[in-house]
């Protein structure tokens, strides 16, 4: 391992380029490769056996790409396959994401917080463990949301068809008297625009991708893994499906020309423990 290899990022699709745009931020100099899968998006509909499959194929590709550090830019991956990718990939740091719970709690002035994830996150055991241990006597309500994901990946950020999908959604977390959200998936801050005018200027709207930029960084800065490199790092950007299918949303999303190459990834992991 050499600090000059690239930083490895998957998820299910385009949800992780908003942890990406924050690393990309707080490490401009680091190279990185991401990984969409978009073949198989959304990840929050399927069982976790299929999540963690995918997920060490990913990894073990984004690993025999040169990555230093795999990034999990998936709530519903590292909700449902983290340990597993530990525990296959134990020569190389993993890091998971969470919804920000924890920072919600201290935000919350009603004592009531909502968490916006998808159904396999919101189902999850991290879930229980996150509330159980950092809420305390806050209320968490926790709404599994569907159709949140295709629309980011469909690149509709606002209009009706996004107002439509967020109302049966928020209303509930309204009539709770919910006055901090947190977004449990990395599409959704794409759609955070359209929550905070749903919900209302004093209402904050909150996601965890500054945290696993921060945590990246610590990680990389404790291995002695930070590039050396003083350039603007490059960016490779890689899907499981169709170029034609990603690439104008990849652009649109991160708000840049950027390059899509389809690279299925189907071959089988081998046990590295």
Known sequence: MTCNQPIGVFDSGMGGL???SQMRALLPHEDVLYYADNAYCPYGLRSQAE???RSRLIAHFLIDCGAKVV???CNTASAMA???LRGHFP?????GLEPAVKPAVKLTRSGKVGV???PRTVAGERMRWLIETHAGGIEVHTVAASGLVELVEAGELTGTRVKEALSPLLDPMIEAGVDVIVLGCTHYPFLRTEIEAYMGSDVPVIDSGLAIALRTRHVLNESGLLTTDLGV??????TSASVAE??????????ETVTVASIPVTSLVLDRR
């Open 246 to 255: 990603v690439e104008p949303v990849a652009q649109l999303l991160l708000g």
């Open 82 to 84: 983290i340990d597993d």
């Open 18 to 20: 908003s942890v990406l």
């Open 91 to 95: 020569s190389i740091d993993i890091i």
């Open 116 to 118: 916006l994830a998808t």
């Open 51 to 53: 999540i963690q499959h």
């Open 71 to 73: 990034v999990v830019a």
């Open 233 to 238: 790092g490059n960016l490779a950007l890689m």
